[in-house]
């Protein structure tokens, strides 16, 4: 599939001075069998490609972020994982050339409910095609051919990211060096699928929803800041909280009404959060993005088996990461991946199980402890 | 406080034929400062007082059950302890006199949001008095004194109940002989009160709440059941749903549609349960009770000292039960009142904390466990 590049034309673009779009000249046929019809791939990099065009990491993120995973002389703002990235830090870009792609789906700048459906020139809404998380990795692939890359030294992603580089790893084979799962999973287990499951339907469940028939700007912006509530509870660890908020009481705040206003500060906490995240992110992209972890299942790379997919896959060295606090993605679920990949013998693998009292979030807070398991595994 | 005791004379009194309904002659001052002028507590009893008046076991439900614990010849209906309740069982009614009170502020006969103002003839609905733990316990005990009974052999209570155990306990030292708590807190964690804030909000966010001022019947149903479903997912344990689900997938079903209808198992047994509870309880009696957890702090009762409370308490024994795989009323709480109970040196404390797979929700069904430990403890 060739395609050409260009800086993104989205009126966000001023917004993101370090973004650029992968433009596919062609339809990208999608893993459940529809179509998107010019699609485009949003992207930042660090560091620079070498002749050989094989120093390449490419990083896949969870189900939040852009593709600003940290600054750069073109966009000064810190990133998301901004300690990684960079000279002299774990995925050093002295060495390698960074490649952090926005996952199709997302309303980053890559095609999504969001983004115009060329044909109409208005957003897709819940008419883009179902998402999943093998075309989320297609598309990062998709990238890089952009750039001229057909091999790549590491791919990397932390949660969703995870899923997504397991099933980049079953697609492409050959062209993967090592590989980093960060709180990932082969395929996630009932309780996720519930806490998910619950938060589209709060989403859903919006007379603002109006069957994804929202105009841009006027979405369930109730139903996403419900969802995102319920997310934060179960993206970090009760000992964590114990420690950080206890029992502890705001001030009366004169703004709040009502006998059920919120009075601890664990409560005022989820609100922040909440109203940050209803304020980025657009809500039929969450629900095509959630929808997508709770379907993924690498066992479909073989035959049912997850043994078999994992057979496939042909990486040198595979770093994998969990933590013990993490209820969304449980350690038992990092462990089976190390212990699948060892049992399918053709990866020298490293497993650390983190004790770190952040939960899922853990790869974005624990950073004494994920920066030099990251950092000791890419200069290896 | 003088009091006369009736049958119910309300409505569900023909589907409740073993429900009585003990009538407070005066107001109830409450536990944060307002007062109940003509309060109701409902109750059911199985087995004989006896002739010295010390035989009598109280027991506290959880946030959701009524009084009817257990089937008896005036209502054959299984009660939510069957098992645990009877001639012969943990709780043997050949021995004790059983009293199971339904919560003050529970919409199951007892005074609360649900019932009549006598004033206005109408439903209190959110013009209820605030609720606190305390008041539950102190309406338990009002019940017992209709009954002629001054002081108990035994306290029980799961959950909230067990809270109402502790409370009952530091309100009135002296009454109780052996206390027994199942998966209670001294206090909730920050991680609870976040789900139960967030169980709230979803109640409050639904349009059909209208402030508290819904008409009978007609409250917010799709709140209560979203908040349900959010307390089902806490209630069990993430390994139990791995056995019992897995990601199996429901057939596909003609009646629901949409490209978000649920898929897996798991997701039909949340609505499920939701439904159920929609279709029981008063959506304002939820947010009374569910507060009302998360303000109760035992250490109010001990100038703010936990320590101090413990050693108010004058029972001889005491039976700690917990589960490894409560997330919401985590072991470690069980184990701190264990341990406050032994540091205050006067009751011989029983603890075990049990691999149960259920979570919050084991002593509903992990009942190989239940039965003998609280049998066992009963019996000596």
């Given at each position: 599939?060739?395609?050409?590049?260009?800086?993104?034309?989205?009126?966000?673009?001023?917004?993101?001075?370090?973004?650029?779009?992968?433009?596919?000249?062609?339809?990208?046929?999608?893993?459940?069998?529809?179509?998107?019809?010019?699609?485009?791939?949003?992207y930042e990099t660090w560091g620079q490609l070498n002749a050989a065009r094989d120093?390449?990491?490419?990083?896949?993120?969870?189900?939040?972020?852009?593709?600003?995973?940290?600054?750069?002389?073109?966009?000064?703002?810190?990133?998301?994982?901004?300690?990684?990235?960079?000279?002299?830090?774990?995925?050093?870009?002295?060495?390698?050339?960074?490649?952090?792609?926005?996952?199709?789906?997302?309303p980053f700048g890559s095609s999504s409910p969001a983004s115009m459906e060329p044909?109409?020139?208005?957003?897709?809404?819940?008419?883009?095609?179902?998402?999943?998380?093998?075309?989320?990795?297609?598309?990062?692939?998709?990238?890089?051919?952009?750039?001229?890359?057909?091999?790549?030294?590491?791919?990397?992603?932390?949660?969703?990211?995870?899923?997504?580089?397991?099933?980049?790893?079953?697609?492409?084979?050959?062209?993967?060096?090592?590989?980093?799962?960060?709180?990932?999973?082969?395929?996630?287990?009932?309780?996720?699928?519930?806490?998910?499951?619950?938060?589209?339907?709060?989403?859903?469940?919006?007379?603002?929803?109006?069957?994804?028939?929202?105009?841009?700007?006027?979405?369930?912006?109730?139903?996403?800041?419900?969802?995102?509530?319920?997310?934060?509870?179960?993206?970090?660890?009760?000992?964590?909280?114990?420690?950080?908020?206890?029992?502890?009481?705001?001030?009366?705040?004169?703004?709040?009404?009502?006998?059920?206003?919120?009075?601890?500060?664990?409560?005022?906490?989820?609100?922040?959060?909440?109203?940050?995240?209803?304020?980025?992110?657009?809500?039929?992209?969450?629900?095509?993005?959630?929808?997508?972890?709770?379907?993924?299942?690498?066992?479909?790379?073989?035959?049912?088996?997850?043994?078999?997919?994992?057979?496939?896959?042909?990486?040198?060295?595979?770093?994998?990461?969990?933590?013990?606090?993490?209820?969304?993605?449980?350690?038992?679920?990092?462990?089976?991946?190390?212990?699948?990949?060892?049992?399918?013998?053709?990866?020298?693998?490293?497993?650390?199980?983190?004790?770190?009292?952040?939960?899922?979030?853990?790869?974005?807070?624990?950073?004494?402890?994920?920066?030099?398991?990251?950092?000791?595994?890419?200069?290896?």
């Open positions: 599939m060739a395609m050409a590049f260009a800086r993104s034309p989205s009126s966000a673009a001023q917004d993101q001075p370090a973004r650029r779009s992968a433009r596919l000249e062609h339809p990208l046929r999608l893993f459940r069998g529809s179509v998107i019809e010019q699609p485009v791939v949003a120093n390449a990491v490419l990083l896949f993120t969870g189900l939040s972020p852009s593709a600003h995973a940290a600054s750069s002389s073109a966009d000064p703002k810190p990133g998301w994982w901004e300690s990684m990235i960079g000279e002299g830090r774990p995925i050093d870009t002295s060495r390698y050339f960074v490649v952090c792609v926005n996952s199709l789906g997302s044909r109409t020139g208005r957003p897709y809404g819940i008419s883009f095609p179902e998402i999943a998380v093998e075309d989320i990795a297609v598309a990062g692939r998709e990238v890089l051919r952009t750039l001229g890359i057909e091999r790549i030294a590491a791919v990397i992603g932390p949660s969703l990211g995870g899923m997504t580089v397991l099933a980049y790893c079953a697609l492409f084979p050959g062209e993967v060096d090592s590989l980093v799962t960060i709180s990932g999973a082969a395929r996630a287990n009932p309780f996720a699928i519930a806490l998910r499951s619950l938060q589209r339907e709060l989403v859903r469940s919006d007379p603002a929803w109006r069957g994804g028939n929202y105009e841009p700007g006027r979405g369930p912006r109730l139903g996403l800041r419900l969802a995102r509530k319920l997310g934060t509870i179960t993206y970090r660890s009760a000992d964590e909280w114990d420690q950080r908020f206890g029992r502890r009481r705001v001030p009366e705040t004169a703004g709040i009404s009502g006998d059920f206003r919120p009075q601890f500060e664990v409560e005022a906490y989820l609100e922040h959060q909440a109203q940050r995240f209803a304020d980025q992110f657009d809500a039929n992209a969450y629900l095509y993005l959630s929808r997508a972890m709770d379907q993924f299942d690498l066992a479909d790379h073989g035959g049912g088996s997850l043994a078999a997919a994992f057979a496939k896959f042909g990486v040198r060295r595979a770093l994998v990461l969990g933590v013990e606090s993490d209820m969304l993605f449980p350690v038992e679920q990092q462990r089976e991946i190390a212990d699948q990949l060892r049992a399918a013998g053709r990866a020298a693998v490293e497993f650390h199980a983190f004790p770190s009292l952040q939960g899922h979030d853990a790869f974005l807070v624990d950073l004494a402890r994920f920066e030099p398991a990251l950092g000791n595994f890419l200069r290896a």
